[in-house]
């Protein structure tokens, strides 16, 4: 459905079910750099006007800048988006449910890259919150994560910090892009914070 085929009753559904779901933050489309500064600050904002707590905010903030980062370095770019470059894009959702938030992100990657993200999630859910802490402080010093890793663009530190912050083990899954021909799939991933 486009932007203009949508009338005004079905946003309205749209919004109805979004209040009742808890959602407390939506952010959809490329995730560029000056993107992500922007989504990050209205993310504060609106966590500092809601009264969440001090460190609840910094685990949300967290997260929420690590899944972005991994929309922004690892995401297959939309098919006929028209930018140029192609950017990649995806969705982070921040639901509220009782006293827990989830930080949920969605985005098309390469479908070549399923098992190597299975292994790294894998190993992080595998571990106990001592271990994810030790794994991040040993990673924190480690100099030839870019050797061991060509595709990481990072430290190495993403997945074992929503790791440290989640208040249970991540949840993800792979589904196949009907449009992209088996190359591409979308990775969804859910921390509860």
Known sequence: ????????????????????????FYQ??????????????????RLQESGVSGPITRKLFSTFVEMAQNIHHYAAPEPDSGVQPPVGAGTITIVKSGNDYAVI???????????????????????????????????LHNNAHSEEDALSKGAGLGWL???????????????????GDGKFSFFSVKAVI
């Open 105 to 139: 992100c969605v985005n098309r990657i390469d479908a070549d890259q399923i098992p190597r993200i299975s292994e790294k999630l894998d190993q992080v859910r595998s571990m106990s919150l001592e271990e994810i802490k030790k794994a991040y402080r040993e990673q």
């Open 1 to 24: 459905m486009s932007a203009t085929s949508m009338n005004l009753s079905e946003f309205q559904a749209f919004h109805d079910q979004a209040l009742s779901a808890g959602v407390v």
């Open 28 to 45: 959809k489309g490329e995730f560029t750099s000056p993107v992500i500064a922007g989504a990050a600050e209205a993310l504060k904002g």
């Open 161 to 179: 910090t929503v790791a440290r912050d989640a208040r249970q083990p991540l949840d993800y899954s792979f589904t196949t892009d009907p449009a």
